[in-house]
Every structure is written in structure tokens, then in C-alpha cells.
T-cell receptor, first 115, second 112 residues
Framework: AQSVTQLGSHVSVSEGALVLLRCNYS??????LFWYVQYPNQGLQLLLK??????LVKGINGFEAEFKKSETSFHLTKPSAHMSDAAEYFC?????????????FGQGTTLQVKP | KAGVTQTPRYLIKTRGQQVTLSCSPI?????VSWYQQTPGQGLQFLFE???????NKGNFPGRFSGRQFSNSRSEMNVSTLELGDSALYLC???????????FGPGTRLTVT
């Protein structure tokens, strides 16, 4: 069965500092992987996706993630945090067929950005 | 293109009642998935509809049901509401042939 683990339910960084949000997955087949962001009282916005092409994936708002099969990881990074990045971030996995309509989510990481 | 829309945005219901939530996917998308989000359980998959047929189902009781219409709009129904059904219900739209999903703003259901 597929699963996703996000290390750290809460991450705090200073404005301008590196953002690193960790995600490890478990999947018996090559996965599709996603990062979503959720602002208060809103739905989820797709930040980026890995679908077995390039292992370094660039997304919106300056975020990127690297797929490392050997480490079963898909960590999200951003070189310089902005106040507007404060939100909850979810890592998700789908099976390689990609057409089951089912995403399995991690528990989420709340990012706090301090001025 | 317009995004995914969900109505209503907020609902307050009493235990034992039933509720229907609506979702309109992105134009051209044929798949709609539903998720429940709670502080304790996080985001959990309810079911997916593709071309008016339920294609996948999560581990929720039969009180949770859904349907999809020929225009791809979907409704979710919860009967005999329980306090634990209070949650944000999110609908996600996709083409149905690719993995990425696009989410609506959600319906916040409060059961009292």
C-alpha cells in the first residue's frame, strides 16, 4: 500500500531563509508525487508534480522538489522564504497509472515565516 | 478557464439530518474526486467519479454517497449526519487520464 510521511508537522523559518519541507513515500510501484499548498479557509493549490520525467521538478512561487528513488524522498525547497509562503503544505502520492483519482496525502506541514 | 467550484461554501446541519454538496469541475475534465479534511484524520479520499461511474472508493461508511451527471458535475450526499462528519469537504477535478488534480475551495460542514 502506498503511504506518505511528512517529517515535522510545524516548520519555522526566518524571512529570506531556506525552506525545506520533508516528504518520504512508500510505494510498490513507481509513483506520481505532488506538493500542494493550502492557505487558511481555502482549497489546495498544486505547487508541483513528479511524473517520472526529470527528477528535479520546478513549481510555482519559486518552489522546487527533487525525486530521490534511493531515499524514497521528495523534499520541497525554496531558496528564500517570503512572508506570503506561510501556509500548510501537503505531499501526496498517486499510483503510476495515475487514473484512479485517488491521492494519498501526508499529514501536512505548517510553515511559519518570521519577519 | 474557470476553476473548480463548490457550493455551498458553508453549511450548518443538525445531527441526524442529511446534506448534499455540489461540485463543478474544470471545463473538459471528466473526473471528480471527493476528500474529507479534518484536524485529526487529515485528508482522506472518499470516492471518485469518472464519466458518471464511481471508479474508486475510500473507506467511508455507506452514509457517504455520490453521483456524477452527464456534464461532469458531481454531488456528494451524507445521510444521518453525525458530529464527527464536521469537516472541510474538498472536491478535485482532473482529466481522468492523468494524475494531477485541481481542488475547489471546499465546503465547510458543521454538524451540531
Amino acid at each position: 500500500a502506498q503511504s506518505v510521511t511528512q517529517l515535522g508537522s510545524h516548520v519555522s523559518v526566518s524571512e529570506g531563509a531556506l525552506v525545506l519541507l520533508r516528504c518520504n513515500y512508500s510505494s510498490s510501484v513507481p509513483p506520481y508525487l505532488f506538493w500542494y499548498v493550502q492557505y487558511p479557509n481555502q482549497g489546495l493549490q498544486l505547487l508541483l508534480k513528479y511524473t517520472s520525467a526529470a527528477t528535479l521538478v520546478k513549481g510555482i512561487n519559486g518552489f522546487e522538489a527533487e525525486f530521490k528513488k534511493s531515499e524514497t524522498s521528495f523534499h520541497l525547497t525554496k531558496p528564500s522564504a517570503h512572508m506570503s509562503d506561510a501556509a500548510e503544505y501537503f505531499c501526496a502520492v498517486s499510483d503510476s497509472s495515475g487514473n484512479t483519482g485517488k491521492l494519498i496525502f501526508g499529514q501536512g506541514t505548517t510553515l511559519q515565516v518570521k519577519p | 478557464k474557470a476553476g473548480v467550484t463548490q457550493t455551498p461554501r458553508y453549511l450548518i446541519k443538525t445531527r441526524g439530518q442529511q446534506v448534499t454538496l455540489s461540485c463543478s469541475p474544470i471545463s473538459g475534465h471528466r473526473s471528480v474526486s471527493w476528500y474529507q479534511q479534518t484536524p485529526g484524520q487529515g485528508l482522506q479520499f472518499l470516492f471518485e467519479y469518472f464519466s458518471e461511474t464511481q471508479r474508486n472508493k475510500g473507506n467511508f461508511p455507506g452514509r457517504f454517497s455520490g453521483r456524477q451527471f452527464s456534464n461532469s458535475r458531481s454531488e456528494m450526499n451524507v445521510s444521518t449526519l453525525e458530529l464527527g462528519d464536521s469537516a472541510l469537504y474538498l472536491c478535485a477535478s482532473s482529466t481522468g487520464t492523468g494524475p494531477e488534480q485541481y481542488f475547489g475551495p471546499g465546503t465547510r460542514l458543521t454538524v451540531t
